[in-house]
Nanobody, 119 residues
Framework: QVQLVESGGGLVQPGGSLRLSCAAS????????MGWYRQAPGKQRELVAS???????NDADSVKGRFTISRGNAENTVYLQMNSLKPEDTAVYYC?????????????WGQGTQVTVSS
């Protein structure tokens, strides 16, 4: 099993910054993908950004140039630096980890952290 613990959400004014952190523990394999999804009220969950254990990054067009995903020195941590925040970034942000074992893909989720961008 894998557990994910997120931190760093909160209330920020438009144009401000926040940094989300996520630490994974449990049975984690060396090859995996970690990242962030978000879900705004009344909308579907969408991928914000992901990063593989090899450092390959995939991020949504809506956050390019504003959000930066990275992995920590402790490889089972992932961060999301969010700059130039907009009201439309308001959502619950969920950390995830995906990995394969015996040919089967498994995904694990954090509990979510609220990000509210408002003046």
């Amino acid at each position: 099993q894998v557990q994910l613990v997120e931190s760093g959400g909160g209330l920020v004014q438009p144009g401000g910054s926040l940094r989300l952190s996520c630490a994974a523990s449990g049975t984690i394999f060396s090859i995996n993908v970690m990242g962030w999804y978000r879900q705004a009220p009344g909308k579907q969950r969408e991928l914000v950004a992901s990063i593989t254990s090899g450092g390959r990054i995939n991020d949504a067009d809506s956050v390019k140039g504003r959000f930066t995903i990275s992995r920590g020195n402790a490889e089972n941590t992932v961060y999301l630096q969010m700059n130039s925040l907009k009201p439309e970034d308001t959502a619950v942000y969920y950390c995830f980890l995906a990995q394969q074992f015996a040919g089967k893909s498994n995904s694990y989720w954090g509990q979510g952290t609220q990000v509210t961008v408002s003046s």
